[in-house]
C-alpha cells in the first residue's frame, strides 16, 4: 500500500513536469495552429543558463531563477520572430521542419559551447524529506509540486480574467475576428510563446535540480512526452495539456513498477493510441467542424 | 554465378596459402637466431575506439622496456629481446584481417590481439589456421576464446556477474539481492543474467529485478519498487552515468541498501555532486592506478614518464598480457607457438590486474580486483 502510494507520487511529480511543458506545446498550436518541436529544447536551454548564472556569473539564487525564466521567455520571442512568423502563411509542414531545425540548431549550438559531456550541477533547492508513515517524499518532489500547482493556477487566472488572456483566447478561436475587433496579433503571439517559453525554464530548472546533471540533449525526451500528453488531453486545450500531462506521468509510473519496465512506454503510447481511436480530440478537446 | 564464386574462393583461398607460407618463412628467420622474439599487436589506434588500442600498445610498451632492460625473456639457454610489432585495426573486422596480414608478413611469432571483441572474431578463425599464440588483453566477446590457440586476460561479461554474485551471497552473506540493470544494452544485460543465476545457485534469491533502457534519466520508480521488497543489497552492473543517477536518486528516496556494480562504474565519482551517496559502493575494476601496491606505482610512475599520462585499464592489461607471453616463452623454452601453447595452462603470472592463470578453453582464473568508495574516493578492495 505504501509502495502504491509512493509510485503515485513519483508518477505525479514527473506528470507534473510534463504537464508544465505540454503547456508550451498546447498553447502554441491554440495560438498559432502549428507544432513547435523546438519547445524541448528551451527546457535545455534553461537548464544551462541556470548553471550559468549561478556557477559563473555567481547569481543569488532567485536571481539566477528569474533571469532563466526571461531569458528563456525571451529566446521563444525571438525564435517566433525569426523561424515562424515569415512562414506564417506558408503550408503547415514547411513550418514543422523549421520547427525541428530549430531544435537540432539549439542542440548543436549547446553542445558547442558546452560538449556533449554531461555536467554535474548542484541542486538549488535542499528541502528534507517529509515522511508520513511508512511513506517517504523527497524534499525535491513537494518543491515540484508546489512549484507547478502555483505555475498552472496562475496560468488559468491569466488566461481567464486579464485583458491578454482574453485576447488570447480571441486569437485562438478565430484570428481574422480578433484582428477586427482590435486587438493586435503579432504582440499577442509573441505573448503566448514568451509565457509558453518561461514555462518551459520552469521545467528546466525542476529537471536539473532533480537529476542534478545536464547534456545538450536532455530536453528531447521530456519534450516528446510531453507533446503526447498534450495531444492526449486534447491540443489547444490548457486544462486538457495539464490533465494530459499527470495522467501519463501516473500511468507511467504504474505501469513501470507493477506491470513492465520494458513496456511502459509501449503502454503510455498504447493509451494515447487508445484515447485518439475513441475521442480524435483528446480528452479535453473540442469537436471542431472545419468549415470549407 | 556459380563459377565466379568458385573462382572467388579459390583465389581467396590461394591468397591464404601464400601468406601462410610467407608466414612461416618469417617464423625462422626473425626467430631465436637473431636474439629477438617479435610479438605482433593488434587494436584500434584511430577511430572510436581509439583510446583503447593506444592504451593497451602503450601498456604492452611499457612492460616490454622493462623486460628488455633487464635482460630479456630467459628461453632454453639463450636471452631473447621482445620487440612489439603494432598494428591499427580500426576496431573493424576487415581492416583487422589485413592488419593480421601484415603482422604475418612481418614474421611475428605471437599476437597480442585484438583489443576489440568484434575485430577480434573476424580474425580467430585465421589466427587459429596459422596456429600462432593469440591472447587478447582486453576482449570480453564469450566466443573469442573458442579456438584452442586462442587466451583472454581481461574478465568475460558473465564472469563479472557470477563475481558479484558470489561477493554478495558468500562473502558478504546477503541472500535477497535487488537488480537494476539496463535492458537495451549487451554489456549490462550480460552481466545481470550471469548474476541472477549464479545468485540461485549460490542459494541466495533475486527478490526485484528492474530494468530501464538507455538515456533513462528517472529511476524513482525502480527503486520505489526495490524500496518496497526485502532486498538487502542492489546490483546495478551500469556504466558510471546511469551509476550515479540511481545512487543520487536512491539517497532522495532516503535508501540507505549498499550498492555493488561492474566494471562500468569505474569514473562514477565524477558524475555526481555528492560524493557522500556513492560511500561504500563497491564495484569490480581490474586496475586502479591509485593502488598502493608497488607494481602499480611503479608502473604508474614509468607510464608517466613516458607517455605524460595515468594508465588505465587497458593500459594494464596490455602490459600484463606482455608478461603472459614471456611467461610462456620461459615456461616452453622454445619459440613456437604451439609449445607456447601448451605453456600457457601451466604458467602463473602476477600481473597489475591480479594473479592469472589460464584453462584449457582459453578464459583467464584470477582474484577479482574490487574497488570501494571511501571517503569520496577510489580506493582498493582484496576480497578472498
Request: glycine letters at 10%.
Amino acid at each position: 500500500m505504501e509502495s502504491i502510494i509512493e509510485q503515485f507520487i513519483n508518477g505525479l511529480r514527473s506528470g507534473s513536469i510534463y504537464a508544465l511543458i505540454a503547456l508550451g506545446y498546447t498553447m502554441v498550436y491554440g495560438i498559432a495552429k502549428m507544432i513547435n518541436f523546438a519547445h524541448g529544447d528551451i527546457i535545455m536551454v534553461g537548464a544551462y543558463v541556470l548553471y550559468v548564472s549561478i556557477t559563473d556569473f555567481k547569481m543569488p539564487v532567485i536571481a539566477a531563477v528569474i533571469f532563466t525564466i526571461a531569458i528563456c521567455a525571451l529566446l521563444g520571442i525571438f525564435i517566433e520572430k525569426v523561424a515562424y512568423k515569415p512562414l506564417r502563411k506558408a503550408p503547415p509542414l514547411a513550418v514543422l521542419i523549421t520547427a525541428i531545425g530549430v531544435s537540432y540548431l539549439l542542440q548543436s549550438v549547446a553542445q558547442l559551447i558546452f560538449t556533449a559531456n554531461s555536467i554535474t550541477f548542484k541542486s538549488i533547492i535542499n528541502l528534507e524529506a517529509v515522511h508520513i508513515g511508512g511513506i517517504t517524499i523527497p524534499g525535491i518532489t513537494i518543491v515540484t509540486l508546489v512549484v507547478t500547482s502555483v505555475c498552472m493556477i496562475a496560468l488559468t487566472l491569466f488566461i481567464n480574467k486579464t485583458k491578454m488572456g482574453s485576447a488570447m483566447r480571441a486569437v485562438s478561436e478565430d484570428k481574422a475576428a480578433a484582428q477586427l475587433m482590435g486587438i493586435n496579433v503579432n504582440r499577442t503571439i509573441s505573448v503566448t510563446f514568451a509565457i509558453g517559453s518561461a514555462l518551459a525554464a520552469v521545467a528546466g530548472i525542476m529537471f536539473i535540480c532533480q537529476f542534478q546533471s545536464i547534456k545538450p540533449t536532455l530536453g528531447a525526451l521530456p519534450g516528446i512526452k510531453a507533446f503526447v500528453a498534450a495531444v492526449l488531453g486534447g491540443i489547444g486545450s490548457v486544462p486538457g495539456a495539464m490533465l494530459g500531462g499527470v495522467l501519463l506521468g501516473v500511468i507511467e509510473s504504474l505501469s513501470k513498477a507493477y506491470l513492465s519496465t520494458e513496456l511502459s512506454d509501449a503502454i503510455v503510447f498504447g493509451v494515447l493510441v487508445i484515447v485518439l481511436l475513441v475521442k480524435p480530440s483528446g480528452l479535453l478537446g473540442k469537436n471542431r467542424i472545419e468549415k470549407v | 554465378m556459380k563459377k565466379t564464386l568458385k573462382k572467388v574462393v579459390s583465389l581467396g583461398l590461394l591468397g591464404a596459402l601464400t601468406v601462410a607460407s610467407l608466414a612461416g618463412c618469417g617464423t625462422k628467420n626473425t626467430g631465436a637466431g637473431d636474439g629477438t622474439f617479435l610479438i605482433g599487436g593488434l587494436g584500434p589506434l584511430t577511430g572510436a575506439a581509439a583510446s583503447y588500442g593506444i592504451s593497451v600498445k602503450q601498456g604492452a610498451e611499457v612492460a616490454i622496456d622493462e623486460i628488455n632492460a633487464a635482460g630479456g625473456a630467459k628461453v632454453g639457454d639463450t636471452s631473447l629481446q621482445l620487440k612489439l610489432q603494432f598494428e591499427d585495426d580500426e576496431a573493424d573486422g576487415d581492416t583487422a584481417s589485413a592488419a593480421y596480414n601484415t603482422l604475418m608478413d612481418k614474421g611475428i611469432q605471437a599476437l597480442l590481439g585484438t583489443v576489440t571483441s568484434g575485430a577480434g572474431l573476424a580474425i580467430a578463425d585465421q589466427t587459429n589456421a596459422d596456429g600462432i599464440l593469440q591472447i587478447t588483453p582486453s576482449g570480453s566477446a564469450k566466443d573469442l576464446t573458442k579456438n584452442p590457440n586462442a587466451f583472454r586476460l581481461c574478465f568475460t561479461d558473465p564472469l563479472q556477474g557470477e563475481t558479484m554474485a558470489k561477493y554478495a551471497v558468500e562473502t558478504l552473506g546477503l541472500k535477497k539481492v535487488a537488480l537494476l540493470y539496463n535492458n537495451s544494452d549487451d554489456y549490462s544485460t550480460g552481466v545481470a543474467e550471469a548474476f541472477e543465476s549464479k545468485v540461485k545457485e549460490l542459494g541466495g534469491e533475486v527478490v526485484a529485478k528492474e530494468a530501464f533502457v538507455t538515456d533513462a534519466v528517472d529511476f524513482n520508480t525502480q527503486l520505489t519498487s526495490i524500496k518496497g521488497t526485502d532486498a538487502q543489497i542492489i546490483f546495478a552492473p551500469v556504466y558510471y552515468q546511469d551509476a550515479a543517477y540511481i545512487t543520487t536518486q536512491a539517497s532522495e528516496l532516503g535508501m540507505t541498501l549498499p550498492f555493488i556494480g561492474s566494471d562500468g562504474w569505474d569514473g562514477v565519482l565524477d558524475k555526481v555532486v555528492d560524493k557522500k551517496v556513492l560511500e561504500g559502493a563497491v564495484f569490480l575494476s581490474p586496475f586502479l592506478a591509485t593502488d598502493p601496491d608497488t607494481a602499480v606505482q611503479s608502473f604508474v610512475t614509468k607510464y608517466k614518464e613516458k607517455y605524460d599520462a595515468t594508465p588505465d585499464q587497458f593500459a594494464a592489461d596490455g602490459y600484463d598480457t606482455v608478461y603472459v607471453i614471456k611467461a610462456a616463452l620461459e615456461k616452453a623454452g622454445k619459440t613456437d607457438s604451439k609449445d607456447l601453447i601448451k605453456a600457457m595452462t601451466e604458467i602463473e603470472v602476477k600481473g597489475l590486474t591480479g594473479t592469472v592463470t589460464f584453462d584449457a578453453s582459453g578464459e583467464p582464473n584470477k582474484g577479482a580486483k574490487f574497488v570501494e568508495i571511501k571517503n569520496g574516493e577510489y580506493t582498493s578492495k582484496t576480497v578472498e
